[in-house]
């Protein structure tokens, strides 16, 4: 079966670090991207509890901290794991293409 979205490039492998969340923009859109090991996950960039910018936290494994007041969230799911966060963030898939990190705008 072939994948009839259309993906864009939103970044490189490279530039995502494994402790700091990589910002990008689309559709007008904060995703913050994150890498552990080979894979690479995409949330939104907003913490559902205070607005912050989790791009500007950090995270361990597959939990980014809220910088604000330190909620956290499963990246792989967007679910909220410690309070005061309780609800989740959204998550998107993400298509890693040789060095490229594509994102479909139809998912945002």
Known sequence: MTDSKTWVRVAQVGDIDATVPFLVELNDRAIALYRVGDVVYATD???SHAEASLCEGAYRGYVVTCPRH?????IRTGKAVKMPAI???DVFPVRVE??????SPSDL
């Open 45 to 47: 960039d907003t913490c």
């Open 70 to 74: 330190g909620g956290q969230f499963d």
């Open 87 to 89: 609800s989740p963030i």
């Open 98 to 103: 040789g060095n490229d990190v594509l994102l």
